[in-house]
């Protein structure tokens, strides 16, 4: 049974940092990229950040660059979303995507989602 349990959401002030993480199971994690998506309230699902699988190139809305840091370490079988100088607008709820495409098929999972809150 796949499982993608995220942690560490909560309430932050403006300007201040989470970190999320991710923890697979279930999946053979070193080869499926990983992503961050949101949605805020009354907001289509937006992708945040994603980090590839085997040479960990990542990807970022323009919206969070050089604010927010995707990582992964795959002898834990987790990814990680550093958020730092946090606004208001980033208020959503996370979810953790794993996503592995061998020739036709696609393999995707998704977790349950972490609320993040940025108050003003």
């Known amino acids: 049974q796949v499982q993608l349990v995220e942690s560490g959401g909560g309430l932050v002030h403006a300007g201040g940092s989470l970190r999320l993480s991710c923890a697979a199971s279930?999946?053979?994690?070193?080869?499926?990229?990983m992503s961050w998506y949101r949605q805020a309230p009354g907001k289509e699902l937006e992708l945040v950040a994603t980090i590839t699988s085997t040479d960990g190139v990542t990807n970022y809305a323009d919206s969070v660059k050089g604010r927010f840091t995707i990582s992964r370490d795959n002898a834990k079988n987790t990814v990680y979303l550093q958020m730092n100088s946090l606004k208001p607008e980033d208020t959503a709820v996370y979810y953790c995507?794993?996503?592995?495409?061998?020739?036709?098929?696609?393999?995707?999972?998704w977790g349950q989602g972490t609320q993040v809150t940025v108050s003003s």
């Open positions: 279930g999946i053979t994690f070193s080869t499926y990229a």
């Open positions: 995507y794993a996503v592995r495409v061998v020739l036709t098929w696609k393999y995707d999972y």
